[in-house]
T-cell receptor, first 118, second 109 residues
């Protein structure tokens, strides 16, 4: 089954304790992205990657890191989590982030990771 | 700045029709998407418009006017399972998606 898999789905942690949220897709997609979703706000992009070894900051990158060493994986790293990073996180992927629409640019989302930082 | 506006919440009756509006101001335009998101779940793709006009897909239709920076999602023959949030997103000149905050649609029997 074509899917984006995120882990963990739920996590409660404490301020300053480094954590990684993994994201893996099995669709050979070039483009991957991380979003956070908070009540009353739209999805806000944290980081994105157009392809292996290519990553760029989104709208809210502060406090986060990412890496794209292989095509299928795009982990999100919180080096020193703080309470304002409590949120619902989504990883998403698409075939490309290019022009046009052939069904290839629709984002497929993971199930989400609900993170609470105390 | 870039901005997507949609109503926060709407209520409709089972079997009726509802129209969810979305207005946008973005740097460039490379298409507009509608996604459905049930509570606690991931967004799923509903429709895409890049040219002006109406795109129909079963009970759901989406309309775009680029000159007005306006789109709407029309849901017909509403069912209880249509209770969800509906997200409008615009792909800007850098091919990045700008998201609205979503419209929570409540369906009453």
């Amino acid at each position: 089954e074509a899917q984006v898999t995120q882990n963990p789905r739920y996590l409660i942690t404490v301020t300053g304790k480094k954590l990684t949220v993994t994201c893996s897709q099995n669709m050979n997609h070039e483009y991957m992205s991380w979003y956070r979703q908070d009540p009353g706000l739209g999805l806000r992009q944290i980081y994105y990657s157009m392809n292996v070894e290519v990553t760029d900051k989104g709208d809210v990158p502060e406090g986060y890191k990412v890496s794209r060493k292989e095509k299928r994986n795009f982990p999100l790293i919180l080096e020193s989590p703080s309470p304002n990073q409590t949120s619902l996180y989504f990883c998403a992927s698409s075939s490309t982030a290019g022009t046009g629409f052939s069904g290839a640019n629709v984002l497929t989302f993971g199930a989400g990771s609900r993170l609470t930082v105390l | 700045g870039q901005n997507i506006d949609q109503p926060t919440e709407m209520t409709a009756t089972e079997g009726a029709i509802v129209q969810i509006n979305c207005t946008y101001q973005t740097s460039g335009f490379n298409g507009l998407f509608w996604y459905q998101q049930h509570a606690g779940e991931a967004p799923t793709f509903l429709s895409y418009n890049v040219l002006d006009g109406l795109e129909e897909k079963g009970r759901f239709s989406s309309f775009l006017s680029r000159s007005k920076g306006y789109s709407y999602l029309l849901l017909k023959e509403l069912q209880m399972k249509d209770s969800a949030s509906y997200l409008c997103a615009v792909r800007d000149s850098n091919y990045q998606l700008i998201w609205g905050a979503g419209t929570k649609l409540i369906i009453k029997p």
